[in-house]
Structures are given as C-alpha cells and as structure tokens.
C-alpha cells in the first residue's frame, strides 16, 4: 500500500511547546505530502516534500524525510492553540492514514 | 478563487433514497478527487478524474455509488440507493497536475442516512 501512517494517533502538548509526529509509508514514493484539519473543515496542504530532498522548512514547520527508512516527521515549533488539528500525510497516490490528533493547551 | 466548492454542506436523507453530492473544482484545475471520511474508515480516496475522464475508481465501495464529471467545472458523486452505513463526510478536492501537487479540498458535506 502507498498509504502513509501517522504516528501517533494523539498527542497533547502545552501552548510553547514543540510536537513532533511522524508519517511511515512502505513503497517507494516520488514525494510525501502533510496537511491539516480543523475540526468540521476541509484538509489543508502544508508541505510537499520531494524523494530527493531530506529537510524543508515553512515557517513554524519542519518536515524530514528518511527514504532509507521510508519513513517522514513533521516538527511543529512553539506550537500555539491554532495549531489544534489533525495532522495527514499522504504519499504518491494521495492516499492518505488515520492522522494524527494534535491538542495544544492554553 | 473561491477555492473548491461543494454542496450542500449538510444532507439529511431517508434510507432507500438517492443523494446527489456536487462539487466545482478550482477553475483551470485538471484533477478531481472524491473522498469519504468517517471515524471508523478514515479518510478513503473514492475515485479520481483527469480532465473530465475517470481514472481510478477502485475506491467506489459499490455499484451504489457512482461519479460523473461533465464538464471541467463540475462534478458529482450519487448514492442510489443510500443506506445508514453511508453516512461520512464526503470531500472532494482539486489539483493542478495531478497526484504529486498540492490539493486543494472544500469543505466536505455531511450526510446523514437515517
């Protein structure tokens, strides 16, 4: 399957603080993909991320991607209540796992 | 743009009837995907069309469903007949290129078969 995994299901982090999760997948892919959702709403591209390419940064966000391991993490930096979503990676075929559940409190 | 639009938003039907679920994709955009999203599931990739022409459809869970794009501009997705086990959140989104770019998804409707 292409689909991507995240990992893990929830997390909950105070207001500041940095969270980090991560998207495994287990055939090759020609890039990886994360979004977000709020709650009610429609997902929200954030990053892509190339085969070729190991790091990229937006803003707030990291994102890695290890093709040895065929795995990818997304880091989100001095997280604020706003950054309350879940999380979704998707591989090739923009299929995309469960997400995770990200809570950050005031 | 105003961005990928679906309607309604909401729908409420009785088991038996049909549902028709539309969607305008971002103009100039080549790709439409049709997703269902519900807790149990996930969010599942239902079917997907270039340039008007469907082009994996092996997420469609039956013959129940089915898809059509007329035109660049519109699309819709059909239950006939619904059943309670359809009721998710269905999202349809659009990309520039396929899918290796960014997607860019509406707002979903929820359907509720009662």
């Known amino acids: 399957s292409q689909q991507g995994e995240e990992d893990p299901q929830a997390l909950s982090i105070q207001e500041g603080e940095n969270a980090t999760m991560n998207c495994s997948y287990k055939?090759?892919?020609?890039?990886l993909q994360w979004y977000r959702q709020n709650s009610g709403r429609g997902l929200v591209h954030l990053i892509l991320?190339?085969?070729?390419?190991r790091e990229k940064h937006s803003g707030r966000l990291r994102v890695t991607l290890d093709t040895s391991k065929k795995s990818s993490s997304l880091l989100i930096t001095a997280s604020r209540a706003a950054d309350t979503a879940s999380y979704f990676c998707?591989?090739?075929?923009?299929?995309f796992g469960a997400g995770t559940t990200v809570t950050v409190r005031a | 743009d105003a961005g990928v639009i679906q309607s309604p938003r909401h729908e409420v039907t009785e088991m038996g009837q049909e549902v028709t679920l539309r969607c305008k994709p971002i103009?100039?955009?080549?790709?439409l995907f049709w997703y269902r999203q519900t807790m149990m599931r996930g969010l599942e990739l239902l079917i997907y069309?270039?340039?008007?022409?469907?082009?994996?459809d092996s997420g469609m869970p039956e013959d129940r469903f089915s898809a059509k794009m007329p035109n660049a501009s519109f699309s819709t997705l059909k239950i006939q007949p619904s059943e309670p086990r359809d009721s998710a959140v269905y999202f349809c989104?659009?990309?520039?290129?396929?899918?290796?770019?960014?997607?860019?998804f509406g707002q979903g409707t929820r359907l509720t078969v009662v």
């Open positions: 989104a659009s990309s520039l290129g396929g899918l290796n770019t960014e997607a860019f």
């Open positions: 055939t090759s892919i020609n890039n």
């Open positions: 991320i190339r085969s070729n390419e």
């Open positions: 998707a591989t090739d075929k923009l299929s």
């Open positions: 103009s100039g955009h080549d790709y």
């Open positions: 069309f270039n340039n008007n022409v469907p082009i994996d």
